[in-house]
């Protein structure tokens, strides 16, 4: 979690590069770059591929270092949303489908809880009946987990930036991430079972002509 002099710090930094200071681009970069590497390879998953990740990223941060408000976002989340941004931009380019959860440091190694994820993850990349079924999963949790399970799940972020993105404790998001996954597989495990019965149901019903036989009167 950034202190309050480094907060203060990139924000400068960030308006001098706005302003094309190549120094403070400099210092910016080696302020961030190793965290913000770790970032790009948790998404991409290669080291060569994490590397193009950052690269372009900064140039894009040089770019557009303008469009930064401090008063809407930390400095280090705003940087780790351009490289996430970019991170999923190129895989999407390449065709690769990527699961940005780290599902080991997500369920404080409870293993049912870990296996439960792996499930859950493929089947919110399953654009069908699994997606739909964990977005009304996730729908249905109380919003502080919801908002965690989503930020970790969709936009890669760790247990230490999910705490400064939302301004709580780590052992706080800690404990809403444990707490939502459990819910969640309650959830999951209910609703399966539902879609489950209704499947069966509709199989067990006698098929129907495609059309009614007409009656004729005399």
């Not at 949303?81 to 404080?108: H, K, M, Y």
């Not at 006698?206 to 004729?216: A, G, I, L, S, V």
Request: charge should be negative; aromatic fraction near 8%; include cysteine.
């Amino acid at each position: 979690m950034e202190t309050i002099d480094l907060k203060a710090e990139l924000a400068c930094l960030i308006e001098r590069v706005a302003q094309r200071d190549k120094a403070a681009f400099e210092q910016l970069y080696r302020l961030t770059s190793r965290k913000m590497f770790a970032v790009a390879l948790r998404i991409a998953r290669e080291p060569g591929l994490a590397q193009d990740v950052l690269q372009d990223a900064y140039i894009r941060l040089w770019r557009y270092a303008h469009t930064f408000n401090s008063a809407l976002s930390a400095p280090e989340t705003w940087i780790h949303q351009i490289v996430r941004n970019r991170a999923l931009d190129l895989l999407s380019q390449q065709g690769n489908t990527v699961n940005t959860i780290p599902i080991e440091s997500f369920a404080d190694s409870d293993n049912v809880q870990e296996e439960f994820m792996t499930e859950s993850a493929a089947a919110k990349s399953d654009q069908g009946d699994a997606g739909r079924l964990m977005n009304a999963c996730m729908d249905r949790l109380d919003g502080k987990y919801r908002q965690v399970l989503t930020l970790a799940y969709n936009h890669g972020m760790s247990h230490g930036e999910i705490s400064e993105h939302l301004d709580v404790p780590l052992g706080t998001v800690k404990t809403w991430a444990r707490r939502g996954l459990i819910e969640l597989k309650i959830v999951y495990d209910e609703l399966e079972g539902q879609s489950h019965a209704q499947r069966q149901a509709a199989m067990s019903k006698p098929n129907r002509p495609d059309f009614e036989t007409p009656t004729y009167y005399s």
